[in-house]
């Protein structure tokens, strides 16, 4: 079983839509969840950074994060054309290394 | 405030050669990871180095190797070069506080292509 899963999609919706993008893991010890964001032929670019349960909003995103499931999700409001991205989670534990899912690739249609 | 570069960013190399990629990290970051990131497998981790000391280890074979100079720049080497290494080798460096390391900057990365 893998560490982390993330639907790899694709995903497309209309612009102005809300997204929501999951991740499950397996590891309980995973205290530490980013979000990034990777344009096509780029690296990847920090969203989110949260420590252990609960809510995070940073503009039109937000990040929730339920450990007793096990469950990390990225909402996105008001979607745009610029937010056509792939979304990798990365939960981490406190030995210093994140473990990333395979990616969700979004499209936002104009 | 400069970001994470890497360099090269595009290299072909052929099985059985050797490469090294360079990391420069965000100026006052002293922890370096190395991942490598296919299609198939999304990123993996490679490893990690603070203080010019590797302080984790992905499960790569003994090809891959790396290290970290006193200013933290960092370089990652792959020997013996096959097929299947062909990916993008990202680099972050992070900020590290009390003993974790907190969030990561990638680089744009280093496109490694093998024939």
């Known amino acids: 079983q893998k560490e982390v899963e993330q639907d790899p999609g694709p995903l497309s919706v209309p612009e102005g839509a809300i997204v929501s993008l999951n991740c499950t893991y397996s590891n309980s010890a995973f205290q530490y969840f980013m979000w990034y964001r990777q344009y096509s032929r780029k690296g990847p670019e920090l969203l989110m950074y949260?420590?252990?349960?609960g809510n995070k909003e940073d503009g039109r995103f937000t990040a929730q994060v339920d450990k007793s499931s096990k469950y990390i999700s990225l909402f996105i409001r008001d979607s745009q054309p610029s937010d056509s991205a792939t979304y990798l989670c990365?939960?981490?534990?406190?030995?210093?290394?994140?473990?990333f899912g395979t990616g969700t690739s979004l499209t936002v249609i104009p | 405030k400069a970001g994470v570069t890497q360099t090269p960013r595009y290299l072909i190399k052929t099985r059985g050669q050797q490469v090294t990629l360079s990391c420069s990290p965000i100026?006052?970051?002293?922890?370096v990871s190395w991942y490598q990131q296919t299609p198939g497998q999304g990123l993996q981790f490679l490893f990690e180095?603070?203080?010019?000391?590797?302080?984790n280890k992905g499960n790569f074979p003994g090809r891959f190797s790396g290290r970290q100079f006193s200013n933290s720049r960092s370089e990652m080497n792959v020997s013996t070069l096959e097929l299947g290494d062909s990916a993008l080798y990202l680099c972050?460096?992070?900020?590290?506080?009390?003993?974790?390391?907190?969030?990561?900057?990638f680089g744009e990365g280093s496109r490694l292509t093998v024939l």
């Open positions: 949260t420590y252990s349960s």
């Open positions: 100026s006052g970051h002293r922890s």
């Open positions: 972050a460096s992070s900020l590290v506080k009390g003993s974790n390391t907190g969030e990561l900057f």
């Open positions: 990365a939960p981490g534990d406190t030995g210093n290394q994140f473990y």
């Open positions: 180095y603070f203080s010019e000391t590797q302080r």
